[in-house]
């Protein structure tokens, strides 16, 4: 059980184009969904807490208008990179926090290559 | 806000011996402490978990301790596997009041190598 999906899983993309990732969780229902972002041997980044039904939350120095989270039902959020750029490229993980229990279970990541 | 240090960054130890992983955290209000392990190109996975009403957690090879008073808790793998070399990171919960709600504050990794 708890299994969080990403798709893609990874993503090339040219300049100036938009991207959207995908993030469910495929057995259980979550109401709060975040996004995260890690540079090559780095730590996990937080980047926006997105709860069913309403706006995300962004952290600090994370554009909004950038990165565009919608989570429009219990299962289903997604982060959309607009106007992408050499230097959105990274490896974006979602996390889905269980009704239950509260545990957060982690996607498999997007790895993000804008040329 | 939290901040959660982890040590060592790198472990390298031999199959079968045991590794032990540290993390300290500065939120008091901190309630929850997982433990991910992140293979190479993927997600992390949850590994194990402790609440702060709790000091001692054990799953098969792994267990996890808490002190509520230091505000550290801990990771230990016994009789280790080549299948066990991955980051480890550990996590805390951030306190009530952060506008983040449940995200979780993650320290910067260990590194653990187990060589045959």
């Known amino acids: 059980g708890a299994v969080v999906s990403q798709h893609p899983s990874w993503v090339i993309c040219k300049s100036g184009t938009s991207v959207k990732i995908e993030c469910r969780s495929l057995?259980?229902?979550?109401?709060?969904m975040f996004w995260y972002r890690q540079f090559p041997k780095q730590s996990l980044m937080l980047m926006a807490t997105?709860?069913?039904?309403?706006?995300?939350?962004?952290e600090q120095g994370v554009e909004k208008d950038k990165f565009l989270i919608n989570h429009a039902s219990l299962t289903l959020s997604t982060l959309t990179v607009t106007s992408a750029h050499p230097e959105d490229s990274s490896f974006y993980i979602c996390?889905?926090?269980?009704?239950?229990?509260?545990?957060?279970?982690f996607g498999p990541g997007t790895r993000l290559l804008v040329l | 806000g939290e901040n959660v240090e982890q040590h060592p960054s790198t472990l390298s130890v031999q199959e079968g011996d045991s590794a032990v992983i540290k993390c300290t955290y500065s939120d008091s209000a901190s309630n929850y402490f997982p433990w991910y392990k992140q293979e190479l190109g993927k997600g992390p996975q949850l590994i194990i978990d402790?609440?702060?009403?709790?000091g001692e957690k054990k799953d098969q090879r792994i267990a996890v301790t808490l002190n509520k008073t230091a505000k550290h808790f801990s990771l230990h793998i016994t009789e280790t596997q080549p299948e066990d070399s991955a980051v480890y990171f550990c996590?805390?919960?951030?306190?009530?009041?952060?506008?983040?709600?449940?995200?979780?504050?993650f320290g910067k990794g260990t590194s653990l190598l187990v060589t045959p």
């Open positions: 996590a805390a919960k951030k306190g009530q009041g952060s506008n983040s709600g449940y995200a979780l504050n």
């Open positions: 997105s709860n069913e039904g309403s706006k995300a939350t962004y």
């Open positions: 996390s889905a926090r269980a009704l239950a229990g509260g545990a957060q279970y």
């Open positions: 402790i609440r702060s009403n709790v």
């Open positions: 057995d259980f229902q979550a109401t709060t």
